[in-house]
C-alpha cells in the first residue's frame, strides 16, 4: 500500500510524500505489510554519513509489538534493521525528524533503505498510516553543542507544577 501521494496532514500543508494507507486509513484484510526500497546508493568512503528524514504516524503504537516501522539496510544480501520508532506518537500528530543515523559502518559500500511497516493484525488501523517524506544522506554531522546530561530519572530536572521552563532541545 506504498505510494506517493499528495497528502495534507500533522499540521503542514499538502506536501508529497511517501505514504502507507489506502488513501484514508491501513484496514486492508489482505495486506497488513509493506516495503518501501530506495534504488543502490553508495556511500562515499570519506564520511562519515547520515541517513534523516521526517515523517508522519498515526497507527497503533505501544511498544515494539504492535504496528511496527522499521527503517533497514540491505548490505550483502540481507535487510537488517537500522532502527525501529516505536513509543513517538503524538497527540497531536506532528510530523517529526528522525535526526542523524550513523551510516558509518557502511562507508565505502553500495547499499539500499527500506522503510518497512507491519500492522501486524487487524486491530486498531483506522489510523492515516505512515507518511516518510525528505529522505536524504547527507555528510552533515549531529550537532556537537547539543549537551543533554539529564537524560535519566536520577539526573531529571524538577519542574514544579503551574511553572515555565525555558530551554532549547
Request: with cysteine.
Amino acid at each position: 500500500m506504498w505510494r506517493y501521494a499528495s497528502v495534507e496532514m500533522g499540521g503542514r500543508g499538502a506536501t508529497q510524500a511517501w505514504v502507507y494507507n489506502d488513501g484514508t486509513d491501513t484496514i486492508d484484510p489482505n495486506w497488513r505489510a509493506g516495503d518501501l526500497t530506495s534504488p543502490p546508493i553508495s556511500i562515499p568512503a570519506n564520511g562519515p554519513y547520515y541517513l534523516r528524514f521526517a515523517y508522519y504516524a498515526d497507527v497503533e503504537d505501544g511498544g515494539s509489538f504492535w504496528d511496527q516501522r522499521r527503517i533497514q539496510i540491505l548490505d550483502g544480501g540481507k535487510f537488517t534493521d537500522l532502527i525501529q520508532l516505536t513509543e513517538d506518537k503524538h497527540v497531536e500528530q506532528l510530523w517529526l525528524d528522525s535526526g542523524p543515523i550513523s551510516l558509518a559502518r557502511y562507508a565505502g559500500k553500495t547499499i539500499r533503505l527500506r522503510f518497512h511497516f507491519d500492522t501486524v493484525d487487524e486491530e486498531r488501523n483506522a489510523g492515516k498510516g505512515w507518511a516518510i517524506d525528505n529522505i536524504r544522506v547527507t555528510k552533515d554531522a549531529p550537532d556537537s553543542s547539543c549537551v543533554d546530561k539529564n537524560n535519566t530519572p536520577a539526573t531529571a530536572q524538577s519542574i514544579a507544577l503551574e511553572s515555565t521552563v525555558t530551554g532549547t532541545i
